[in-house]
């Protein structure tokens, strides 16, 4: 039995993150996390994980809370959040062109009050990967 997890990769930090010790910490625990999730079967596992493409403000909801880890454009840039509809999407790491409010020229995390809506306002289309460690 395989898991889902398989083929997921955390996708490499720029230089200038390198440098940064709480950042560091934050990559090598993921690795470790993913590293677990990929020995894990399916069943019954309380993370979510999905890939979709969007087009320019093309959005995506869900209703799952937890730590949202999501990676777009290939991994080009990426977003570690704190998710809680109807109360907040807190930004914990992210690549720097990502925010919480519906902005132009950027990769949108919004707490839609219902969920957590994710919008493609960068400028052309990307792909996502979302993964999600929720307990609902």
């Not at 930004?91 to 062109?97: E, R």
């Not at 990502?98 to 839609?112: G, M």
Request: aromatic residues 10%; charged residues 25%.
């Amino acid at each position: 039995m395989g898991s889902r997890f398989d083929g997921l990769i955390l996708p490499p930090l720029s230089l200038e993150k390198e440098s940064d010790p709480a950042t560091l910490t934050i990559h090598k625990f993921l690795q470790d996390l993913l590293r677990v999730l990929k020995t894990i079967p399916d069943a019954g596992f309380p993370v979510y994980y999905n890939k979709f493409g969007l087009a320019d403000d093309g959005t995506w909801d869900n209703l799952r809370r937890g730590i949202y880890i999501i990676s777009a454009d290939d991994g080009a840039s990426y977003v570690i959040a704190n998710c809680k509809y109807d109360s907040a999407v807190t930004l914990l790491d992210d690549s720097g062109n990502w925010v919480t409010t519906d902005t132009d020229a950027k990769y949108c995390l919004i707490d839609n009050t219902t969920g957590i809506r994710l919008k493609n306002r960068i400028g052309s289309a990307k792909e996502f990967a979302v993964m999600i460690i929720t307990g609902d």
